[in-house]
């Protein structure tokens, strides 16, 4: 079986695709003989040559593409995602059905351990597999996805940063031409993540699910943390930047070594106590806040009127990402771990599996004291491909 191993990047990730490739290097099963891909945008040629430098010193065979083609078709939704973000939509105009397995994975990833398990999934008769981006499950956020993109009331929704496909499948399918036109007829659905949005449109109900650790992001390493990742995903605050959390200590350190006599040897700035102070505060802020919003709405509403803060949360808006406690994300996590697994059957709706589901209120808004404004989001069949 002929596999691609795929990650794409601007030149602001960079250094981080190179690092995330050769950590793909270190941890490919013997006797692999997996391709590794480059894809790159807005990437000039000295910044190419830096790569086939990084690449030629850690002796690590990297096909390096920066098709221009793909570039000026790739048309941004809005400003807060470059053009490489959309670049995964566009993998139909590189690769070719001669690839059997396309395995996908983030510029913001580490491997580590054997990717044997990853490179040989069963994706049980499915054109993709992925993880469930489960922070939404957590916070109730995800009623307003699935209204969004017209998914049924049950629909998980998965992350794209790391991703399996069948690929001749793929493209027998139209698959990701299909996205591409989803955002195109419905951007305004598509703000919040749009590449991953379109994926999850299109693949509802195409999709197996794969064990959580091959995409453990910052939710559950923030709120959970008993499994040990597979794969770590850099998804917010990144180890190159100066309010990295403490968490991130040694993932600065693994890129600096790895950077170390390039051209990026200066990626992963110094922090100052400053910048550790912070980057501390982030972390609080994060935690707290939505709980000092909750107590000025309930005991003081005329404080929250004088800050403007609404009264209420509904489905209509972004609910707080932080998830409610340590408990539901590790009970969350275990299960899909189970379920990605087969010792329990497919979990629907996913968030079912956390407490208090079921017993009249929402996860995500607060009994007594939120509104739900409920909108059907399984549209008619004419508004779906």
Not at 83 to 104: H, P
Not at 146 to 163: C, E, I, K, N, T
Not at 218 to 235: D, I, M, Q, S, V
Not at 357 to 377: D, K, M, N
Request: with cysteine.
């Amino acid at each position: 079986m002929k596999t691609a191993i795929v990650t794409a990047t601007d030149r602001g990730y960079l250094p981080a695709a190179c690092c995330q490739l050769k950590s793909v290097a270190d941890h490919l099963p013997p006797g692999s003989d997996a391709h590794l891909h480059l894809v790159c945008c807005d990437v000039d040629e000295g910044e190419l040559q830096a790569a086939t430098e990084f690449f030629a010193r850690k002796g690590i065979a990297v096909n390096i593409i920066a098709p221009k083609e793909v570039r000026d078709a790739i048309r941004p939704i809005n400003s807060r995602w470059p053009r490489a973000a959309y670049l995964r939509l566009y993998f139909d105009m590189i690769f070719g059905a001669d690839i059997d397995r396309l395995v996908y994975l983030d510029a913001d990833t580490r491997i580590m351990t054997s990717l044997e398990p990853l490179l040989t999934a069963d994706l049980k008769g499915y054109p993709a597999a992925a993880v469930h981006d489960f922070v939404y499950y957590l916070t109730g956020n995800i009623r307003r996805r699935r209204r969004d993109l017209f998914l049924a009331d049950d629909a998980p929704y998965l992350q794209s940063g790391v991703m399996v496909f069948d690929w001749p499948r793929i493209l027998a399918e139209g698959t990701l031409a299909r996205a591409r036109q989803f955002l195109v007829d419905h951007p305004e659905n598509c703000q919040e993540a749009p590449d991953q949005d379109a994926l999850n449109h299109v693949l509802e109900g195409q999709w197996t699910p794969l064990d959580p650790r091959w995409n453990l992001h910052e939710t559950y390493l923030n709120f959970g943390g008993a499994l040990t990742p597979y794969l770590e995903h850099y998804t917010s605050t990144k180890p190159w930047s100066r309010r990295r959390p403490h968490r991130w200590q040694n993932a600065a350190a693994w890129y600096r070594s790895e950077l170390r006599g390039s051209v990026w040897s200066n990626f992963i700035p110094p922090q100052s106590p400053i910048d550790k102070l912070n980057a501390r505060i982030d972390f609080l802020t994060f935690c707290f806040k939505p709980k000092i919003r909750d107590f000025l709405a309930s005991h003081a509403p005329a404080v929250a009127d004088a800050l403007r803060i609404p009264r209420h949360r509904s489905d209509d808006a972004e609910l707080p990402w932080r998830p409610r406690n340590n408990k539901d994300v590790e009970d969350m996590a275990r299960a899909l771990v189970a379920e990605a697994r087969g010792k329990r059957g497919l979990i629907r709706p996913p968030e079912s599996v956390l407490d208090g589901y079921g017993a009249g209120q929402p996860i995500g808004l607060e009994a007594g004291r939120e509104t739900y404004r409920h909108v059907a989001s399984v549209p008619s069949p004419a508004h779906r491909n």
